[in-house]
Nanobody, 114 residues
Framework: QVQLVESGGGSVEAGGSLRLSCVKS????????MSWYRQTPGKQRDVIAT??????ITYEDSVKGRFTISRVNHNMINLQMNSLKPEDTAVYYC?????????WGQGTQVTVSS
């Protein structure tokens, strides 16, 4: 089984930056996608950024130009978050899809104060 561990969450003031990391427990097959999701109380967990094994990257509109997803190596992805806003406050989850098999991290809290 693949395990995902997120790190890098914390509290910052509006306009600040954080970098989240997601580490996989082991190398996975060649074809996969990895994403960052976020969720606030009473709202659905939404995907905000995805990177495919072929390098294709997509972003949700609200984070375009501010967040950057990147592949560090075969076992780690990062989410660089700049110009943070209070509405970015949420629990952020790492997500892995390997040909339909889905894995989730436990989440890391990001809090942005005004």
């Amino acid at each position: 089984q693949v395990q995902l561990v997120e790190s890098g969450g914390g509290s910052v003031e509006a306009g600040g930056s954080l970098r989240l990391s997601c580490v996989k427990s082991r190398t996975i097959p060649e074809f996969y996608s990895m994403s960052w999701y976020r969720q606030t109380p009473g709202k659905q967990r939404d995907v905000i950024a995805t990177i495919l094994s072929n390098g294709t990257i997509t972003y949700e509109d609200s984070v375009k130009g501010r967040f950057t997803i990147s592949r560090v190596n075969h076992n780690m992805i990062n989410l660089q978050m700049n110009s943070l806003k209070p509405e970015d406050t949420a629990v952020y989850y790492c997500h892995l899809n390997v040909q339909g098999t889905v894995y989730w991290g436990q989440g890391t809290q990001v809090t942005v104060s005004s």
